[in-house]
């Protein structure tokens, strides 16, 4: 008697996941994200944790997509080994204390004193790199996606701008200038010429 009833139980078969849908293992695992850099030897693995990938929607786009294997790790070919760190830590600050830079920050810059434009610890953080670095960020967070880290960057960047010179922008970013004060003066001195020949 126990084997029929058994046996009139109705079964219940898996169903395949529609085209498009996300695996299980990309929505539902914890596990760190495994993570490839463009510098880094062949092998070497960094990890990304799961809950700080929003921001960040290159990765999200890919963790998302139904092909993506957890196994293998994400090879993010613009973010050095000196940057990923510093964008770790940056992921970490949002995650606790998130902050809307488009809607909140006043443009142009009211003050070159970062503390004044933003929260004092993003400001702390933003500060402890070189303009090179800065921008090794930004080019990071634009491949990324991140739109906050650009932001940020882009702030930093602009602080350091506010209120120089030409001469100033052009020592600072090492830019050198179209025409030396010798071929300066001979355009001029050029100028003149034509201008008597003319008349």
Do not use: W
């Not at 078969?13 to 085209?19: G, H, R, Y």
């Not at 610890?121 to 960020?137: G, N, P």
């Not at 960047?157 to 020592?171: D, F, P, Q, W």
């Amino acid at each position: 008697m126990e084997a029929t009833e058994a046996a009139s139980l109705p079964l219940t078969l898996p169903q395949s996941p529609s085209p498009g849908t996300p695996s299980p293992s990309a929505t539902s695992n914890t596990s760190p994200i495994k993570i490839t850099l463009s510098d880094t030897p062949e092998g070497t693995i960094h990890h990304l944790p799961t809950h700080l990938t929003s921001q960040n929607l290159l990765i999200r786009s890919i963790i998302e997509d139904s092909d993506y294997d957890p196994l293998l790790p994400i090879h993010l070919r613009e973010v050095s080994s000196s940057t990923f760190p510093h964008i770790l830590t940056y992921l970490n600050l949002y995650s606790t204390s998130p902050y809307d830079f488009k809607a909140k920050v006043q443009k142009p810059l009211q003050s070159n004193i970062l503390s004044d434009v933003i929260p004092e610890e993003y400001a702390k953080f933003i500060s402890e790199f070189t303009l090179e670095e800065v921008y090794e960020l930004l080019c990071a967070a634009n491949y990324l996606d991140n739109q906050g880290l650009l932001l940020l960057s882009s702030i930093r960047i602009a602080s350091e701008m506010r209120g120089k010179s030409v001469e100033e922008l052009r020592e600072m970013f090492g830019v050198e200038p179209g025409f030396s004060k010798e071929e300066l003066k001979e355009i001029e001195e050029e100028e003149k010429r034509r201008d008597f020949e003319i008349e």
